[in-house]
């Protein structure tokens, strides 16, 4: 089992930034992949970024170039550095953790709202 607790959501500016934790417990030495998803209202959760435990990071088209994802292996916890933000951004952010051979692991999730 793995529990996962997401932080640093909140109301920003567009053009702000905000940067997200997810600190991951319990069985955290099976994680292999730890990445963050978003859902808007009224739509289908997405990819954000995703970053493997050799450091090996994919990003959603929409976040490349103004987000950074990264992780500390030592402190089992991923960020999530959102820079330059949209209004389009507004969704609840929710962290993931891959093990391999089982469904993956998902945080309550963390709401970032971009006003205009």
């Known amino acids: 089992q793995v529990q996962l607790v997401e932080s640093g959501g909140g109301l920003v500016q567009n053009g702000g930034s905000l940067r997200l934790s997810c600190a991951a417990s319990?069985?955290?030495?099976?994680?292999?992949?730890m990445g963050w998803y978003r859902q808007a209202s009224g739509k289908q959760r997405e990819l954000v970024a995703t970053?493997?435990?050799?450091?090996?990071?994919t990003y959603a088209y929409s976040v490349k170039g103004r987000f950074t994802i990264s992780r500390d292996n030592a402190k089992n916890t991923a960020f999530l550095q959102m820079n330059s933000l949209k209004p389009e951004d507004t969704a609840v952010y929710y962290c993931?953790?891959?093990?391999?051979?089982?469904?993956?692991?998902w945080g309550q999730g963390t709401q970032v709202t971009v006003s205009s």
């Open positions: 993931t953790a891959l093990i391999y051979g089982v469904p993956p692991y």
């Open positions: 970053i493997t435990s050799g450091g090996s990071i």
């Open positions: 319990g069985s955290i030495a099976s994680i292999n992949t």
